[in-house]
């Protein structure tokens, strides 16, 4: 990549104002101005890394007993004349131009598969969202060789689910169910079975409302709204997560692996997931999720997959990997 570059700014700095007329003035003092200006372009941005949880004692996952489910543009490639221009303005001139330097093989790293992985299909925004978490916050993960998505925004019909190599850029899909929200009998969060998340939270000031008086209210830290009133019960949990090893449930969930678990545990990393664990949110398999086409059923809050497919991804997944649940709707 640094040898194209600098042939870009041989063009750049030496053809170019010939081409076009331009003074032989530049602006540009060095080829370095240039590489370190466009490495500031185009660094991604950095976001504050989320809040180390609390651990959590896993009570057991919430069987479901849902009902069955049913079955490039043209782009201008005129290179631009430049009129003396600045470090600054030539190195987003020169990004900008029809020279297009690979923005993904600048950053390398967690992005090297970038392009890779939207090419199979992953959303840009979770993706994005995903890989930028995982760079800030690479300690808080033991296992770094996969990352996993669940795209809510997405009906169940499609496999909404993604793990993506970070070894070999390669995706697997899968078909995720989502919670159904279910309390005092209606199921808010796909209350007319659709196969699209409609809600992740209930409604109801008591709900999400703590007040000195509320019981485990803590003045000195900010108080979520998870702890009162169950209000994202049977809730699918929105955000970044670790997922951690499998456990026997104790229900009669399929088994994962010869030693009979049948559940992997997940650990919420942020206000609005910070209950997962101890509400007994786990990954399992489960018969009311079916095939790409169908509307999956609805689970109590746990990512379910269909008999057989979970536990080849989980195998690769637990052990303290990124899981990101992306429902957008939720919000």
Same mark, same amino acid.
């Given at each position: 990549?640094?040898?194209?570059?600098?042939?870009?700014?041989?063009?750049?700095?030496?053809?170019?104002?010939i081409?076009?007329?331009?003074? *032989?003035?530049?602006?540009?003092?060095?080829?370095?101005?240039?590489?370190?200006?466009?490495?500031?372009?185009?660094?991604?941005?950095?976001?504050?890394?989320? *809040?180390?949880?609390?651990?959590r /004692?896993?009570?057991?996952? *919430?069987?479901?007993?849902?009902?069955?489910?049913?079955?490039?543009?043209?782009?201008?490639?005129?290179?631009?004349?430049? @009129?003396?221009?600045?470090?600054?303005?030539?190195?987003?001139?020169?990004?900008?131009?029809?020279l297009?330097?690979? +923005?993904?093989? +600048?950053?390398?790293?967690v992005?090297?598969?970038?392009?890779?992985?939207?090419?199979?299909?992953?959303?840009?925004?979770?993706?994005?969202?995903?890989?930028?978490?995982?760079? +800030? $916050?690479?300690?808080?993960?033991?296992?770094?060789?996969?990352?996993?998505?669940? @795209?809510?925004?997405?009906?169940?019909?499609?496999?909404?689910?993604?793990?993506?190599?970070?070894?070999?850029?390669?995706?697997?899909?899968?078909?995720?169910?989502?919670?159904?929200?279910?309390?005092?009998?209606i199921?808010?969060?796909?209350?007319?079975?659709?196969?699209?998340? @409609?809600?992740?939270?209930?409604?109801?000031?008591?709900?999400?409302?703590?007040?000195?008086?509320? !019981?485990?209210?803590?003045?000195?830290?900010?108080?979520?709204? /998870?702890?009162?009133? $169950?209000?994202?019960?049977?809730?699918?949990?929105?955000?970044?997560?670790k997922?951690?090893? !499998?456990? !026997?449930?104790?229900?009669?969930?399929?088994?994962?692996?010869?030693?009979?678990? $049948?559940?992997?545990?997940?650990?919420?990393?942020?206000w609005?997931?910070r @209950?997962?664990?101890s509400?007994?949110?786990?990954?399992?398999?489960?018969?009311?999720?079916?095939?790409?086409?169908?509307?999956?059923?609805?689970?109590?809050?746990?990512?379910?997959?269909? !008999?057989?497919?979970?536990?080849?991804?989980?195998?690769?997944m637990?052990?303290?990997?990124?899981?990101?649940?992306?429902?957008?709707?939720?919000?």
């Amino acid at each position: 990549m640094k040898k194209k570059l600098k042939v870009y700014q041989l063009i750049f700095i030496f053809i170019l104002p010939i081409l076009c007329g331009c003074p *032989e003035t530049t602006g540009i003092s060095t080829s370095t101005d240039v590489t370190s200006q466009l490495d500031e372009i185009l660094s991604p941005p950095s976001i504050n890394p989320a *809040e180390d949880p609390v651990p959590r /004692v896993l009570n057991g996952a *919430e069987p479901s007993q849902d009902e069955n489910a049913d079955s490039s543009a043209n782009t201008d490639r005129s290179l631009p004349c430049l @009129d003396n221009p600045t470090g600054l303005e030539a190195a987003t001139a020169l990004a900008n131009s029809g020279l297009e330097i690979s +923005e993904t093989a +600048e950053r390398g790293g967690v992005f090297k598969f970038y392009d890779k992985f939207l090419s199979q299909g992953v959303a840009k925004k979770p993706l994005e969202d995903a890989l930028k978490y995982f760079k +800030e $916050n690479q300690d808080k993960f033991e296992n770094k060789n996969v990352i996993s998505i669940a @795209d809510y925004s997405l009906n169940s019909k499609n496999k909404r689910f993604y793990l993506l190599d970070m070894k070999t850029g390669k995706v697997t899909k899968e078909v995720v169910a989502h919670g159904s929200g279910k309390r005092d009998g209606i199921r808010v969060g796909d209350p007319d079975h659709d196969g699209m998340l @409609d809600k992740c939270l209930h409604e109801g000031p008591a709900c999400c409302l703590m007040t000195p008086s509320s !019981p485990g209210y803590n003045a000195s830290t900010f108080n979520e709204c /998870v702890q009162t009133n $169950n209000c994202r019960q049977n809730m699918t949990r929105t955000g970044f997560m670790k997922v951690k090893n !499998p456990y !026997p449930s104790g229900q009669n969930f399929p088994a994962l692996d010869s030693a009979g678990n $049948n559940g992997v545990r997940i650990e919420g990393l942020e206000w609005r997931n910070r @209950d997962a664990g101890s509400k007994g949110v786990v990954f399992h398999e489960r018969w009311y999720v079916r095939g790409e086409g169908s509307l999956q059923g609805r689970s109590f809050g746990c990512p379910a997959f269909p !008999p057989d497919k979970g536990a080849p991804l989980l195998k690769k997944m637990k052990g303290g990997s990124l899981y990101y649940s992306y429902a957008p709707q939720c919000n």
